[in-house]
């Protein structure tokens, strides 16, 4: 009974979390055979190719390991058979925030307000506050295959 009520509450939990992935798909592996390393340097150079990427994102309520089962689990159904976290953070996100800061675009410069636009817009309002502001999540991850089982795909 105990573990079904941890299965269900993990199931509710993993809906908060989006995943996105970009990358080649090959046929579904088993959950338990995807590999789950915390480290470039823990993945061995020799093993594996990287066939895709992740980018999870969760409110920051979401325990770090439910994002990676989430991840892995989609690692599966796209047939890799390791994952490699890459990067995480927790970074604001508010209705005037975009995801340009992950493409490498550099942060906008804090602008001078003009006494012209103080007159037509009322007194500056810091974009921080509760209403505006909150918190979010963001896990890199990359997909890995074995080089053996993509040189087989790919080179029948």
Known sequence: ?????ILL????LAGCVNVDYVGRKFAPVPL???KVYLSRKDVPADKYLVIGRFTAKAKPRIHPYEIEYKV??????FGGDAICLTDSYIRPNGAYNTDLEEFGSPVPAKSIVSPKEKELFGKEVRLENATMWSKLRVCHYLLLKERDAVNRALFP
């Open 1 to 5: 009974m105990k573990r079904s009520w």
């Open 9 to 12: 509450s993990a199931l509710l």
């Open 32 to 34: 338990h055979k995807v």
């Open 72 to 77: 892995q689990q989609q690692g599966a159904e």
